[in-house]
């Protein structure tokens, strides 16, 4: 990095309605290059439709992202800033309306009247979590990004895990931090096997 300062977005959900970027908010992040920063991380992109929680989320979730996002990556890049993205599920911080399903979450938990219960995940779910945030690393990795961040904060599904609070699981996920830790060390193992570090 050229300095030690690092923008972290604190605007989100300014992308197109499909998930993409747009001009005005690739702007924003072209902006903070310019001013100096060392390094820019990318807002909490949903990973899949299933964990998509606001209709202007930026996603990586599909081929049809890749294109926006690594031109955004070439622009920062062209200012001298290096250029991550925040990778996220909402797990049961979303809608049916917004995800196209019903929510899933460790466990039963509704986050109120602007979202649905959700259902409590099953192993056949963590293997397409993982498998969700492996192939949007993967697309980060084609886009040019210079690292990911996995968002283990903001209620989202990771954070949800983690919670005594939204966690109440007495399995492999649940109990001691230590396995309320389990998805999340699965994706990071998952995710170091399969891109270049």
């Known amino acids: 990095l050229r300095n030690r300062i690092i923008f972290s977005p604190f605007v989100e959900n300014q992308a197109a309605k499909d998930g993409?970027?747009?001009?005005?908010?690739?702007?924003?992040?072209?902006?903070?290059?310019?001013?100096?920063v060392g390094a820019i991380v990318l807002e909490s992109s949903y990973v899949a439709q299933q964990g998509r929680s606001h209709p202007n989320q930026l996603g990586i979730s599909e081929e049809r992202h890749i294109q926006g996002l690594a031109q955004l990556v070439?622009?920062?890049?062209?200012?001298?800033a290096k250029v991550g993205i925040r990778l996220t599920h909402a797990g049961a911080r979303t809608s049916e309306f917004l995800c196209g399903e019903q929510p899933v979450g460790p466990s039963l938990i509704n986050f109120g009247k602007?979202?649905?219960a959700c259902r409590?995940?099953?192993e056949g779910d963590v293997e397409e979590f993982?498998?969700?945030?492996?192939?949007?690393?993967?697309?980060?990795?084609e886009a040019g990004?210079?690292?990911?961040?996995?968002?283990?904060?903001?209620?989202?599904l990771l954070d949800q895990c983690l919670s005594n609070r939204y966690n109440n699981r007495a399995d492999e996920y649940g109990g001691p931090?230590?396995?309320r830790m389990t998805l999340s060390t699965k994706i990071i193992k998952a995710i170091k096997t399969r891109v270049s570090s």
């Open 20 to 36: 993409s970027v747009n001009p005005a908010m690739a702007q924003n992040y072209l902006e903070m290059a310019r001013e100096g």
């Open 74 to 80: 070439n622009a920062i890049h062209a200012e001298g």
């Open 114 to 116: 602007d979202f649905d």
């Open 120 to 122: 409590e995940f099953d």
């Open 130 to 141: 993982v498998l969700f945030f492996v192939h949007a690393a993967e697309r980060a990795e």
């Open 145 to 156: 990004f210079d690292f990911i961040e996995l968002n283990g904060a903001q209620h989202q």
């Open 177 to 179: 931090v230590e396995r």
